[in-house]
């Protein structure tokens, strides 16, 4: 299994600028009727960097995590965003909210698991969105 999210200070892809590293695609995806303009991590360096060291995540803006399917473990560390954490099969349908994870600066995270070995998509939006945009399991995701 993989953890993302939170290995890229560790193997030093991270910059301390709250910058990506590298430039990562933009795309606009769709959670039931809630759209998002998402940066895509879709590489193996991309996804261990993922929002580690922003400070802030505009509205209306997220991370789509591209994997092959099997589990997801995502840690916080060096993110200092709260997120709420949405777990999707390869045919994008939304198999598990994790709410409102919080920032974690400790050399010790969390670890937050998908329930299912099925997952193909991560999404990561601002805590709270996921609740007040009415996203519920069963939800499609949707790449325009």
């Known amino acids: ?15 301390l600028t709250g910058e990506p590293a590298f430039a990562l695609h933009l795309a606009r ?3 039931g009727s809630a759209a998002f303009q998402v940066e895509m991590a ?6 261990q960097q993922g929002l580690m060291f922003r400070q802030e995540l505009p509205p209306e803006r997220g991370m789509l995590f591209v994997q092959p399917p099997g589990p997801a473990l995502f840690w916080m560390k060096n993110t200092y965003i709260p997120l709420d954490l949405l777990y999707f099969d390869a045919g994008g349908t939304l198999l598990q909210i994790q709410a409102d994870t ?3 600066t400790k ?6 698991p998908s ?4 997952v193909r998509y991560i999404l990561e939006i601002n805590a709270g969105e996921a609740r007040r945009r009415g996203i519920r399991i069963g939800d499609r995701l949707r790449l325009e």
């Not at 050399?107 to 937050?112: G, L, T, V």
């Open 42 to 47: 879709q590489t193996l360096e991309e996804r």
């Open 1 to 15: 299994m993989k953890i993302h999210h939170g290995f890229a200070a560790l193997w030093g892809l991270a910059t």
């Open 107 to 112: 050399p010790n995270c969390p670890i937050y």
């Open 29 to 31: 995806v769709t959670v």
């Open 115 to 118: 329930d299912t070995d099925t």
């Open 102 to 104: 919080p920032p974690c």
